[in-house]
């Protein structure tokens, strides 16, 4: 079992994939200045409803069972004023206890998985290539500056699933899936409903 700091968001986080957030309350400003400091990264957890506080009571947040680790990649002070970092999902976590600490902080004892082993993309999943080699012209995720190994069949998988509209109760489904073939299995389908919808 590791201890983390929890960043329970509305939006759910899948390994490799790419996340622009605004920080801007201390207890988030000091957990962003320690991980830098230290090099570490964060846990973060879907909030299955409401906000932190709303979604569940004042010392457990109505949280998922499993979530992401996350690693800082950039930031940059916005012109809003406030704090901007972009994290990258690394390994996922089950979720053991969660409580908050007294600075507010959502903290919690998880399993770690530990990191995806890369697995070769095949023939008949090229078409997800495509579709994401598509998604990475647009400007707005341009200004993302992805990296993407597009032989690696999980990171081009994931990396879908975060960048597509997809109900962040779906994105936090497929999180939870147990292998490379039953998670592509189910993003094809969801491909198939959103050119049903657009055609």
Not at 6 to 20: D, I, K
Not at 113 to 118: D, I, N, T, W
Not at 121 to 136: A, F, I, K, P
Not at 162 to 168: C, G, R, S, V
Request: proline content about 6%; aromatic content about 8%.
């Amino acid at each position: 079992m590791t201890e983390i700091p929890l960043f329970p968001l509305s939006s759910a986080l899948v390994p490799y994939g790419y996340m622009p957030l605004q920080i801007f309350e201390q207890r988030y400003l000091d957990m962003v200045a320690a991980c830098m400091r230290t090099g570490t990264g964060f846990g973060v957890v879907w909030l299955r409803q409401g906000s932190e506080v709303s979604g569940g009571s004042q010392t457990t947040p109505d949280v998922g069972d499993y979530g992401t680790h996350a690693r800082i990649t950039d930031f940059d002070q916005l012109p809003n004023g406030l704090l901007g970092i972009t994290i990258r999902g690394e390994e996922r976590f089950d979720i053991a206890e969660v409580w908050r600490d007294p600075s507010g902080l959502i903290r919690s004892r998880v399993s770690m998985e530990g990191p995806l082993e890369p697995a070769p993309m095949t023939d008949e999943w090229r078409s997800l290539e495509v579709v994401l080699r598509g998604l990475e012209s647009h400007p707005h995720i341009q200004r993302m500056n992805l990296t993407i190994d597009y032989n690696n069949a999980w990171e081009v998988a994931f990396n879908l699933i975060q960048l597509l509209p997809f109900d962040e109760s779906i994105k936090y489904e497929l999180l939870g899936m147990a292998t490379l073939n039953e998670l592509i299995v189910e993003l094809d389908i969801l491909l198939n409903q959103i050119s049903g919808e657009e055609g």
